[in-house]
Nanobody
Framework: QVQLVESGGGLVQAGGSLRLSCAASGSIFRLNTMGWYRQAPGKQRELVAT???????NYADSVKGRFTVSRDNAKNTMYLQMNSLKPEDTTVYYC?????????WGQGTQVTVSS
């Protein structure tokens, strides 16, 4: 069973930075694409960024140039460096891990950006 645990969320002023972490259990981590998503109340979960096993990245247009996704396979951890944060980035952020059979999700971490 894979477990994903996010951390690093919090309250920051507009223009500030936060770094989210997603720690995964098991060796499955290094074999699969992972991603960050976010979901505001009453809205669908939306893609923020993904990273493949060999480090190829993909970003939502809304975060390009501000957010950077990375992974450390030795530590089974994925990161999301968020710079130039905006109030509209406020929501819960989730990490996921995609396998051939299922998708695993973390419990989410709240990010709040004050104006």
């Amino acid at each position: 069973q894979v477990q994903l645990v996010e951390s690093g969320g919090g309250l920051v002023q507009a223009g500030g930075s936060l770094r989210l972490s997603c720690a995964a259990s098991g060796s499955i981590f290094r074999l699969n694409t992972m991603g960050w998503y976010r979901q505001a109340p009453g809205k669908q979960r939306e893609l923020v960024a993904t990273i493949t096993t060999d480090g190829k990245t993909n970003y939502a247009d809304s975060v390009k140039g501000r957010f950077t996704v990375s992974r450390d396979n030795a530590k089974n951890t994925m990161y999301l460096q968020m710079n130039s944060l905006k109030p509209e980035d406020t929501t819960v952020y989730y990490c996921n891990l995609v396998t051939a059979f299922t998708t695993y999700w973390g419990q989410g971490t709240q990010v709040t950006v004050s104006s």
